[in-house]
């Protein structure tokens, strides 16, 4: 069996400290020792330091001189007004959609919305997903993209709920089916308000 690549190491490592601290396993203030961390996840010290690095980027982890690394999940403040964020900034991506995207920019948004649109209640959220990682693609903007997953990294996975019922993913679903035709009518406005409204009403956090 191949060895994980030393990138792909960091990354699982970040990940799994992610949602541990997200999901409230590592509770606020936590010393995460990197000795520790290298024999609970099998790996050397330098894939460990990376991914608290990162982790410390994205603002769950703090780095003390001296002292070394510890937690620093959001309290509940700081995740509403991620989630607040998060829904303000799919809506810009949705009006960008709505302002400059092709017929032919908005093939695999198409293809994604007709396959996601039977899918089991406890699937929606995962479908919600892959159609707004679509929508932030449409937008077509890198600067907006890399502000985006600076939010994302905040917050918990899976980013949505789950339907709960045959009406409620429909309801989620008939939302993106009018989103679908805002955008091929170049309707901005009402593509970023119902896209804001969908995602502060199905949100996780």
Not at 14 to 20: D, G, H, I, S
Not at 62 to 81: H, I, Y
Not at 90 to 117: C, H, I, P, W, Y
Request: overall charge positive.
């Amino acid at each position: 069996m191949a060895t994980a690549r030393p990138r792909q190491l960091d990354s699982n490592v970040r990940e799994a400290l992610r949602q541990k601290i997200l999901s409230g396993a590592l509770k606020n203030g936590t010393h995460l020792s990197e000795p520790k961390l290298s024999k609970a996840f099998k790996v050397s010290r330098t894939p460990v330091r990376e991914a608290l690095c990162a982790l410390a980027a994205d603002g769950l982890v703090e780095l003390v001189p001296n002292r070394g690394a510890f937690v620093k999940a959001p309290s509940d403040e700081t995740r509403e007004e991620l989630k607040d964020v998060y829904a303000a900034m799919m809506g810009v991506a949705a009006r960008l959609a709505g302002e400059k995207a092709t017929e032919e920019a908005l093939s695999d948004f198409n293809d994604t919305l007709a396959a996601q649109q039977h899918v089991s209640p406890s699937d929606v959220g995962k479908a919600q997903q892959k159609l707004n990682d679509q929508i932030v693609k449409l937008a077509n903007n890198s600067v907006f993209n890399d502000a985006m997953k600076v939010i994302v990294r905040q917050l918990p996975t899976p980013l949505f709920q789950q339907a709960g019922s045959v009406a409620a993913r429909d309801e989620v679903m008939k939302t993106y089916l009018f989103l679908q035709a805002a955008f091929k009518r170049n309707k901005a406005d009402s593509a970023e308000k119902m896209l804001r409204d969908l995602i502060l009403k199905t949100l996780s956090c």
